[in-house]
């Protein structure tokens, strides 16, 4: 199956500052990559995904960069504010039904 | 909108003891999914369901087992708890059209074995 890593586990920035993500997949099939944030208590959520055939997604703060060759994708969280303090989960999908997900990067924003 | 809702929210279970979690959604998706979620591992694939009446073993399936009897409800069943499904269990599902879509996830089953 899939695997997927996920670094760092957990990252602490300071309010204003930007977060950054890595996740780096093993399946050259996989051809869909979410993003999910999950809160306390919640179920995640999705906040951004990238599909093979494009290299980069922006959605005002959060960017997604796909490395394709490389196997390697990441999420850019720009300008961090504290409603941005959550866990991250990267995720890959391939020619199937199924998500595989990274382990997860608990983000903290400072105030 | 309620999206997916599972059933219970908390639950402590005695070792070997069964119980079965509801996960209903009325979003009309074809494919539905059991995660275990643990400390440091993500969520990991228990079974899926890609239609009504069809299952399939995920990652992590032994120790449990599913139905998808009706569309709307994918049934997480566990004969004979043990502490190692001490754990937060997450439902979700993903429309039929096409592969590359958003997954709805529940609120989240939080199950203790004692």
């Known amino acids: 199956g899939e695997n997927v890593e996920q670094h760092p586990s957990t990252l602490s920035v300071q309010e204003g500052d930007s977060a950054v993500i890595k996740c780096t997949y093993s399946d050259s099939a996989s051809n869909y990559f979410p993003w999910y944030k999950q809160e306390l208590g919640k179920g995640p959520q999705l906040i951004i995904d990238?599909?093979?055939?494009?290299g980069e997604k922006k959605d005002q703060r959060i960017a997604v960069t796909l490395n394709k060759t490389a196997k390697h994708f990441s999420l850019h969280i720009t300008e961090t504010q504290p409603e941005d303090s959550a866990v991250y989960f990267c995720a890959t999908q391939s020619n199937d039904y199924k998500l595989s997900f990274g382990a997860g990067t608990t983000v903290t924003v400072r105030a | 909108n309620a999206g997916v809702t599972q059933t219970p929210k908390f639950r402590v279970l005695k070792t070997g003891q069964s119980m079965t979690l509801l996960c209903a959604q009325d979003m009309n998706h074809e494919y539905m999914y059991w995660y275990r979620q643990d400390p440091g591992m993500g969520l990991r694939l228990i079974h899926y369901s890609v239609g009504e009446g069809t299952t399939a073993k995920g990652e992590v399936p032994d120790g449990y087992n599913v139905s998808r009897l009706k569309k709307q409800n994918f049934l997480l069943g566990l004969e004979s708890a043990a502490p190692s499904q001490t754990s937060v269990y997450f439902c979700a599902s993903r429309p039929g059209t096409a592969m590359n879509t958003e997954a709805f996830f529940g609120q989240g089953t939080r199950l203790t074995v004692v």
């Open positions: 990238i599909r093979s055939n494009v």
